[in-house]
């Protein structure tokens, strides 16, 4: 299809009035032909528009492309700004992966709401996007490639080139008079995109001349797939709900077909904001912590993030810190205590129930975590058990254990943070009371007795 502003314009979404448009702007022919086909139908964007150019440190041209942009960008009289990265690819990283993330990190972060960024891909980007996605063994999420229009921190990403071709963007760029940079890395064949769109993509289009508007056409078809995927795994979701918000039942999950459950738990993971686990992540916790044994303690870990099974609930969360059980803290009892091992602040108030102030204020005060034989009688009950029982009775999962802090005074345990108190320092009726917080992820910013 021919390229023009007036066929972009067809093509793009109704922009809010009170945002800006900012264009993603690195100089090359895809996002000149962007940008100059923008201001030609100006008039028509509600929006302001903007260019942004991120100057990414890896080429020792980069300082002169950025000089291009900013010089094109004012012949066009569009406001201009360039934001500069400071990468740093560790022995073997990718850096095109790490351009790419740190690219859109700073992106995301620039959008307010209603912002628009609108980045300049193309149908051959979409059709070898598709080609990498399947030589990487995704499914349809995947092989749905690059959508249109997506959520992109605060405000939208909407990529309006994915209906042209890159022959058709530089036909109307020679029509225009334009000029562009050429990045020497999109030569360079040790990128797995480039070899493919230099080696791979002109021998297949040489048989199949309309390759890429076919292997688009698939991206979608799938990206309309896992909408309903997403929909059905949305309704198993609500079906599959835990003993509390944020978690899964394993019963209820275990009766769901071995798709459906995996498709549940890749939805569950980015409900909850989490990068997506990969299939060999994803086949783990269908077999260790939905389909393994009961009496098991399933740990599933990636990126930063962990499954774990207790009872009947499937638990995720960001992968805990390494904790040394050992430590043993002391405290006035009065100003704010930060716990290591990012386990939150304790802080105390007086209050007309609680610990007892007068054994509170006298008392030594030390801050320490389970070791094993704690015992305590909490208030209300008749007899002393042992820390472990409690804790299986309260629910509390086995790897939290040892990471909720406990308050001895004199060298005798007196608060269980979030549980109990125990006894003898229950305040007595009328009296003077001291109230312990416990501020931290593990406890959900509980008000603690």
Request: with cysteine.
């Amino acid at each position: 299809m021919e390229f023009s502003p007036a066929r972009l314009l067809e093509g793009m979404p109704p922009l809010p009035r009170s945002g800006d448009c900012h264009v993603a702007f690195s100089g090359g022919l895809d996002s000149s032909v962007l940008l100059h086909a923008l201001v030609q139908i100006r008039d028509r964007i509600p929006a302001e528009l903007k260019a942004i150019h991120i100057h990414h440190g890896l080429q020792s041209e980069a300082d002169a492309w950025g000089d291009h942009c900013r010089d094109f960008a004012g012949a066009l009289e569009v406001p201009y700004q360039q934001i500069n990265l400071a990468l740093n690819p560790s022995p073997g990283e990718s850096v095109e992966a790490l351009a790419r993330e740190g690219r859109y990190r700073v992106l995301a972060d620039l959008l307010q709401p209603d912002d628009w960024l609108l980045t300049a891909q193309h149908q051959d980007d979409q059709a070898e996007t598709l080609l990498l996605q399947l030589l990487r063994g995704s499914g349809p999420a995947g092989l749905a490639a690059m959508a249109k229009t997506s959520r992109l921190g605060k405000g939208w990403l909407q990529r309006p080139l994915l209906g042209f071709t890159r022959q058709a963007l530089e036909a109307y760029a020679q029509s225009e008079g334009l000029t562009w940079v050429e990045d020497p890395s999109n030569r360079d064949l040790e990128f797995s995109r480039n070899y493919l769109r230099h080696e791979i993509m002109p021998r297949i289009q040489m048989h199949w001349p309309a390759a890429s508007v076919t292997l688009s056409r698939s991206a979608g078809l799938c990206a309309d797939a896992q909408v309903l995927i997403d929909e059905l795994a949305a309704e198993d979701m609500l079906r599959c709900r835990g003993s509390e918000s944020g978690r899964l039942s394993v019963k209820v999950l275990s009766r769901l077909s071995e798709p459906r459950i995996r498709s549940l738990l890749r939805h569950w993971v980015r409900e909850q904001g989490a990068a997506a686990p990969g299939y060999r992540h994803l086949q783990r916790m269908l077999d260790e912590c939905v389909l393994g044994r009961v009496d098991a303690n399933p740990l599933v870990g990636w990126g930063g993030m962990e499954v774990r099974r207790y009872r009947d609930d499937l638990f995720l969360g960001p992968r805990l810190p390494p904790h040394d059980a050992g430590l043993c803290l002391s405290w006035n009892g009065e100003a704010a205590l930060t716990l290591p091992s990012g386990l939150g602040r304790l802080k105390v108030s007086l209050s007309a129930h609680g610990v007892d102030a007068e054994q509170w204020q006298k008392g030594r005060i030390e801050v320490r975590f389970r070791r094993g034989g704690e015992r305590c009688r909490p208030a209300g009950d008749s007899h002393h058990r042992s820390l472990k029982q409690l804790f299986q009775t309260w629910g509390v999962p086995p790897w939290l254990r040892d990471r909720i802090p406990l308050i001895f005074l004199s060298g005798e345990l007196a608060i269980i943070p979030g549980f109990a108190v125990c006894q003898p320092f229950v305040a007595a009726e009328g009296a003077a009371a001291v109230q312990l917080y416990w501020n931290g992820s593990l406890c959900g910013n509980l008000e603690l007795t």
